[in-house]
């Protein structure tokens, strides 16, 4: 494969940010080059200048970043200018980019068809009839049933996965010789991801294109790259077979990365305690308005039944919508419950009015997934840290110096309590809303997918941080997540949801190992990167 | 700061410094007549000295007549306005606070105002009530209120769903101590950038109002006003409809500007929004 | 669809009854309905004629049916000055204002969309600073002293006199008011035009078809220019209240006698009668328009049709 020509090929690319940045450069002396039919993952953290580099390749950069050096070919010829007209006639029928969010890149308002369509008109492909015959096939290539019908869709009617079907297709429609694909499954469920990086790699390799995949997750490296580039800060720190990254990374940024999407359930099951939080057959129905007068059910949690013990970790994994977040809001009784008992202590909850619950939410806390929203933007930090505790009865400047105290112990200086949350970044809030949490020293912490916004890196912070409180302070902790991996690591048993529904239930070892539900199955087999279990080895 | 602003800000002070402080530039009284004096030009148009702006069909000074109107029109158009923010954002966060019937019954108030233009409102009260000058500044201060209580509605409906609003009530705090410490600071700054967008239309319904001779009566006396009294004599003696009308003009213009830059400044997200 | 039809036709039918009501509440607080709503110079034995058949000796809720039974008949009562039906009064000068209106509309449409499309498409040039200064100006300028400029210009610079339109409306005459009218709906059609592309050019699907080598003025054509048209068909609705207000001062300046200057004159003379009913029919006006824009809306945007 090395003798072949290289269909890109970059040359120390440097492209410089505007003045007064954080940096100088977005990308530094980037070089890389990729042969026809390889798949090139490059990979890295958000503003690690992978998707510049993909806008360089497609001639595309916002107009304040400038290419400062480096050159770009595309089989042997240098590509033009950045955003120059002779760009138009190259993007579709010889290079062709698959964005992020499918939905949002297809016109809302013109059939998909149309659309598909377009891309052969605009180069010129054939007549009318031969490019509907071409779109219909393409619509077929990708795997979706029905292509007449599919035709005719607008986007909104179809599925996220769908609409990636769609756009891979546009981006097939003229059989380019580059392919990029910027974090193209990153906005699917897990499942979906799956079988859209299949049908990716499939038609890539079918085709002999030559790819350049971008991905931040290192499961979807080992799933399908043949090589791989890790970037970071704008520069590549080391290139390779996927072999050779995965298995005899040189860099220490590789290895952390890897370490954070290869942590396995090793964790023994600790000794049983007492429950302190229990849900009885818990039920949550939402009233869809279907029609004039009919409406439609749907049962957000169906009985779900859970028993939270004293200083142990409950993993709650599912999709979205499947339920997850609702049953969290159920327990803290944020939510109406439509069904069954949710028991503190013992003690039945349920029908508890707002004001009786008032003096039981510093015994359960939450911590949410959204750091950016989940802080009162005008409230300083310090205050905000120490309201919980003015709540319920401190005075304002006792509560106060117990704010700096959490402050200090989630890992944030002294200062951070006269600022407000606009200053600090995605992590650093993160810690603020546990720091929030724990200074009620509740019995009971909830954590609805409190690291999933967040970069791999500073999830293995967090997740480091959340096993280290809990042990100091002995909370029960519930862990929501999407992340088999992540619950794996930290939890002490595992419960799969699906549909508002309890699927699976056990140990990390028995969920994961084996899995007795075709959706756990499904779930385990589709986290990419097989959960480090079976990777690349 | 632009240049624009600055003289958006620049000509706004002076224009308030000149309603509050312009007596201090005429010797005259707003109301003294003097027939012998009628239609006199501006003193730099070749008018008596005595009289900087000249004067009106009775012979009154027209500076102090425009001081006084000036005063009028400020003070109308700065107290409507606050009355209408005030009832405008306390009813929109009263119905996403509520929901159920309260909120029914408020966006219905709010459809009805939609369907009528404040001015048309304000005309057939006037035709059935007495006017007086509180009924006018009543009917002034419900200019745009309806937009305060859709903005502030639904700012506090997606301030709701926020993570902080969730995580404040897991805390265990009250409603009254979530919706006024936290939420309404919040949304606070739909309703202030939606100040400045309808101060400018107070101030116009006012002179519009004045205009028809149905606002402010004699013998006190607004801008419009000022305006509709010497519009019969428009091509003789301009100064008496121009200067005023230019000065309401340029005050509408200077706090849109600045209205403008703050909402740009406040919240860039706000621009598309009804 | 069938079900956000009906609720929304429902909102409308709400909204009127509730401004009928308003109306009827004022009218009972003005005084004597029945002595405002009679055709004036008649005996008191007429007066009480109309009472009894008004039913103001019977309790409120029956004088509110009354009222409701006899507009849904179309009584609307007499103007108490000229004693005739203020139906039609109002007939015989909506044509002059529909078309006031209506070349009002039409000239901020036709000026103010192309030029707020056009700064969106020269963002942050001099050309967009030029159309956003437009914009303010045409928001803060009050539509009498743009007319009397207008007057006073007309005059003094071309000799013609614009403020006295007597005879039929024409094409030369009804220029200087609809401009005036329709300045302040330009300036926010400009504005709105602007937003509404800005905020299409930066979407996603427009980056996507840029990647795919469609060439610039196809994509503003095909993709951005019908999605950015979407929202403004609201504009349909928001600018017919700003030209029903605009409508009755503009009408004042320039002694255009249509239903703005009806409505003027009877509040200044408290024909009651005619300006109830003119407020019910710039109410029922405003409430079909929303309603037909919001309808309009569900027809054209395939994202809300599936609903």
């Not at chain 1, 297809?106 to 998909?112: A, E, G, I, M, S």
């Not at chain 1, 009786?356 to 949410?368: D, G, K, S």
């Not at chain 2, 500076?63 to 929109?92: D, F, K, Y």
């Amino acid at each position: 494969m090395s003798t072949a020509p290289s269909v890109l090929k970059i040359d120390g690319l440097t492209v410089a940010l505007p003045e007064g940045g954080d940096r100088r450069y977005a990308v530094e002396a980037v070089s890389l080059s990729i042969h026809a039919g390889e798949m090139l993952c490059l990979v890295g953290e958000s503003g690690s200048g992978k998707s510049v580099t993909a806008q360089a390749v497609i001639g595309m950069l916002p107009p304040s970043l400038r290419v400062v050096g480096g050159t770009l070919r595309l089989e042997g010829t240098t590509l033009p200018p950045q955003r120059h007209r002779a760009f138009e006639r190259l993007r579709g029928p010889r290079i062709a980019m698959v964005f992020q969010d499918a939905a949002a890149s297809l016109d809302p308002v013109q059939r998909v068809g149309r659309q598909i369509e377009e891309v052969l008109e605009i180069h010129g492909f054939g007549g009318r009839s031969a490019r509907r015959q071409r779109a219909l096939a393409l619509i077929g290539a990708v795997r979706l049933p029905d292509p007449e019908r599919v035709f005719k869709a607008y986007p909104h009617q179809l599925s996220g996965g769908q609409c990636q079907r769609i756009v891979i297709a546009i981006a097939l429609a003229l059989d380019p010789v580059l392919l990029i694909a910027d974090e193209p499954t990153t906005a699917l469920d897990v499942t979906t991801q799956a079988e859209i990086l299949k049908l990716f790699a499939e038609l890539q390799a079918a085709r002999g294109a030559a790819a350049l995949f971008i991905t931040h997750d290192m499961g979807v490296v080992a799933e399908i790259a043949d090589r791989v580039a890790v970037m970071r800060v704008g520069r590549i720190v080391e290139t390779g077979t996927r072999d050779e990254v995965l298995n005899r990374p040189q860099h220490p940024y590789t290895r952390q990365l890897l370490a954070a999407a290869r942590a396995t359930g090793d964790r023994r099951p600790r000794q049983t305690s007492q429950p302190i939080l229990e849900a009885d057959g818990v039920t949550r129905i939402y009233r869809e308005r279907s029609g004039l007068f009919a409406s439609r059910e749907v049962h957000a949690v169906k009985n779900v039944s859970l028993r939270l013990r004293r200083r142990q970790t409950l993993g709650v994994v599912g999709e979205s919508g499947s339920g997850k977040s609702t049953l969290a809001r159920c327990l803290l009784r944020l939510e109406p419950i439509d069904g069954g008992r949710v028991l503190f202590e013992g003690q039945d909850m349920t029908h508890r009015s707002e004001r009786e619950l008032r003096a039981l939410r510093q015994r359960i806390q939450v911590v949410l997934q959204d750091p950016f929203s989940a802080l009162d933007p005008r409230q300083r930090v310090g205050d905000a840290v120490a309201e919980g505790l003015i709540i319920h009865g401190a005075s304002r400047s006792a509560a106060l110096s117990r704010a700096r105290e959490f402050l200090a112990m989630v890992g944030l200086s002294e200062q951070a309590a006269e600022r407000f949350p606009h200053e600090f970044s995605g992590g650093q809030r993160q810690r603020i809303c546990i720091a929030r949490a724990l200074v009620l020293e509740p019995e009971v912490l909830i954590a609805d997918e409190p690291v999933s916004s967040l970069d791999v890196s500073i999830q293995a912070q967090l997740i480091e941080l959340f096993t280290e409180l809990q042990r100091r302070i002995g909370f029960a902790m519930l862990f929501i997540t999407h992340d088999l991996r992540l619950a794996a690591a930290i939890c002490d048993e595992i419960m799969v949801m699906r549909g508002g529904e309890v699927v699976e239930h056990g140990p990390p070892a028995d969920v994961l190992g084996n899995p007795q539900q075709a959706y756990t199955q499904q779930l385990v087999a589709a986290a990419p990167g097989g959960l480090g279990i079976r990777d690349a080895a | 700061m632009p240049w624009t602003v600055r003289l958006a800000l620049g000509f706004t002070i002076l224009f308030v410094l000149f309603a509050l402080f312009g007596e201090l530039l005429t010797p005259h009284d707003f109301r003294s007549a003097s027939l012998l004096k009628r239609f006199e030009a501006p003193s730099w148009l070749g008018g008596d000295p005595a009289y900087l702006l000249g004067t009106d069909e009775k012979g009154r000074d027209l500076l102090a007549r425009l001081v006084v109107g000036a005063r009028i029109s400020l003070v109308v158009a700065i107290i409507g306005t606050v009355i209408g923010a005030v009832i405008g954002s306390l009813l929109g966060l009263l119905a996403a606070a509520r929901r159920g019937f309260t909120e029914a019954a408020i966006m219905a108030a709010v459809d009805v105002q939609a369907s009528l233009p404040i001015i048309v409102v304000a005309l057939f009260v006037l035709a059935v009530f007495d006017n007086s000058f509180w009924l006018l500044l009543l009917l002034i201060g419900l200019t745009g209120w309806e937009i305060y209580a859709r903005l502030v509605r639904g700012a506090t409906l997606s301030a709701k769903e926020q993570g902080y609003a969730l995580a404040i009530r897991a805390l265990g705090a009250t409603p009254g101590r979530l919706y006024l410490r936290h939420i309404l600071p919040n949304v606070l700054s739909v309703s202030l950038v939606q100040f400045t967008v309808n101060l400018p239309l107070t101030i116009l319904l006012e002179t519009a109002l004045s205009f028809l001779g149905l606002g402010v009566q004699p013998p006190l006396t607004s801008l419009g006003q000022i305006m509709s009294e010497g519009r019969d004599r428009l091509l003789t003696s301009w100064w008496l409809t121009i200067i005023p009308g230019l000065m309401i003009f340029l005050l509408a213009f200077s706090i849109s500007l600045i209205g403008d830059w703050l909402r740009d400044r406040l919240d860039p997200t706000l621009r598309g929004a009804r | 669809m069938i079900r956000f039809v009906v609720l929304r036709s429902l909102r409308a039918l709400i909204t009127m009854l509730l401004a009928v009501t308003l109306v009827f509440m004022f009218l009972r607080l003005s005084g004597d309905p029945a002595a405002a709503l009679a055709p004036p110079d008649v005996g008191q034995e007429v007066i009480d004629q109309y009472r009894a058949k008004m039913g103001l000796d019977r309790p409120l809720p029956v004088q509110y049916a009354n009222y409701v039974a006899s507009l849904a008949s179309g009584d609307f009562g007499y103007s108490i000055h000229t004693g005739r039906p203020a139906l039609g009064l109002f007939l015989e000068r909506l044509p002059n204002t529909l078309v006031l209106g209506g070349a009002a509309l039409a000239i901020a449409l036709v000026v103010g969309i192309p030029i707020g499309v056009v700064a969106a498409l020269n963002r942050d040039s001099p050309i967009d600073r030029g159309v956003m200064a437009f914009s303010v100006f045409a928001f803060a300028m009050p539509n009498f002293f743009f007319g009397l400029v207008v007057i006073l210009i007309g005059a003094l610079v071309f000799g013609i006199f614009f403020g006295g339109a007597a005879g039929p409306a024409s094409l030369g005459t009804v220029l200087a008011p609809a401009l005036t009218l329709g300045l302040a709906s330009m300036g926010a059609f400009a504005r709105f035009a602007r937003s509404s592309m800005l905020e299409t050019l930066n979407k996603p699907f427009m980056i996507a078809a840029e990647a795919r080598g469609v060439p610039r003025g196809r994509r503003l054509l095909r993709h951005a220019g019908p999605n950015a048209a979407i929202p403004l068909v609201t504009l349909i609705g928001l600018s017919l209240g700003a030209l029903i207000a605009g409508s009755v001062v503009t009408e004042q300046v320039f002694a255009w006698p249509g239903v703005g200057q009806l409505l003027v004159r009877s509040v200044a003379t408290r024909d009651i009668a005619v300006v109830q009913f003119l407020v019910l029919a710039v109410a029922l006006t405003m409430t079909l328009t929303n309603l037909l824009v919001d309808l309009l809306y569900l027809a054209i945007d395939p994202r809300i049709r599936a609903r």
